[in-house]
């Protein structure tokens, strides 16, 4: 199984970036995909999640309205738009199931 997640980089607050996340070796429309992120010194956090469906999706309050999750199954890859960047949003993050977690993508958001 494997995870790849990419599309981070630097960006100032205010900017945009999207993540994808590349998904193999999975049936990947069984599963819920969730990205979730660890800033230095804390611990990871929930950030979106997304049933198989696409209509159902979770959010954590601190990106509520900002940031997008969506999936398509046809190309086995959940992604996650992240718009109105606060420096609050930097941290590694990381695409998973309840499962399978592969490794994360910095996203750094400068002041």
């Known amino acids: 199984v494997q995870l790849q997640a990419s599309g981070g980089g630097l960006v100032q607050a205010g900017g945009s970036l999207r993540l994808s996340c590349a998904v193999s070796g999975i049936t990947f429309r069984d599963y819920a995909m969730s990205w979730f992120r660890q800033a230095p010194g804390k611990e990871r956090e929930f950030v979106a999640t997304?049933?198989?469906?696409?209509?159902?999706?979770r959010y954590a309050d601190s990106v509520k309205g900002r940031f997008t999750i969506s999936r398509d199954n046809a190309k086995n890859t959940v992604y996650l738009q992240m718009n109105s960047l606060r420096p609050e949003d930097t941290a590694v993050y990381y695409c998973g199931t309840d499962t399978y977690w592969g490794q994360g993508t910095q996203v750094t958001v400068s002041s």
């Open positions: 997304i049933r198989w469906s696409a209509y159902s999706t």
